[in-house]
């Protein structure tokens, strides 16, 4: 059983982070922490009350480790990437990793936030000039979604111009295909391997 219990986990970070633990350590640890507290979720063995005092957690650990991703960063710009989960889902963990990440590798990341309808990539996409754009859904209904995004941007004329990459947990080369995107993140530090590669 994982407890759910803020302070003890922060001081932990907070110790960690004086003593020079690696940030991206530290990140993977509690990306696989909210894994397993999602998986028993819906094994029904946790309440939503505590998923949702996990992910808050979460979120203030992140607090703690990004200023020393970002330290660590080169400074240099590489380019704008918008992001954000598709309309029909609402998770946000991975979605909001992989903008960390992408801020601290030196990409101006428009994150839209969950829930996002096709059209709004689209309009920020055109808005920003961005040309790489990040689509993210944990629930396989909201793939549907996806490939409407990319089908909106087919047809406003950006499809030439955008790289599209996908990720969430159940995302693979089927729903590439299926979406029509270029590519999928299996974890955050591939997503952004994927941006760099379409700097190249």
Do not use: W
Request: with cysteine; net charge negative.
């Amino acid at each position: 059983m994982i407890a759910v219990e803020e302070e003890p986990t922060l001081d932990e970070v907070r110790r960690l982070l004086s003593e020079g633990a690696e940030p991206l350590d530290l990140v993977e640890a509690l990306r696989e922490a909210m894994s397993a507290i999602g998986e028993r979720f819906e094994k029904k063995e946790y309440f939503l009350s505590e998923l949702i005092m996990s992910a808050e957690v979460f979120n203030q650990a992140m607090e703690l480790i990004v200023p020393r991703l970002e330290a660590g960063g080169t400074g240099e710009k590489k380019g704008k990437v918008v992001i954000g989960t598709v309309q029909g889902d609402i998770h946000y963990i991975g979605k909001n990793i992989v903008v960390s990440l992408l801020r601290c590798e030196g990409y101006d990341v428009y994150d839209l936030g969950e829930d996002v309808k096709p059209e709004a990539f689209v309009q920020k996409l055109e808005e920003t000039g961005a040309r790489i754009l990040g689509l993210s859904a944990l629930l396989t209904v909201a793939f549907e979604s996806m490939k409407e995004t990319i089908d909106r941007v087919e047809e406003a004329g950006l499809r030439e111009q955008v790289k599209i990459m996908i990720g969430g947990a159940p995302v693979d080369e089927a729903v590439v295909d299926y979406c029509g995107a270029d590519a999928y993140g299996k974890d955050a530090t591939e997503a952004v391997r994927l941006a760099n590669s379409y700097q190249q």
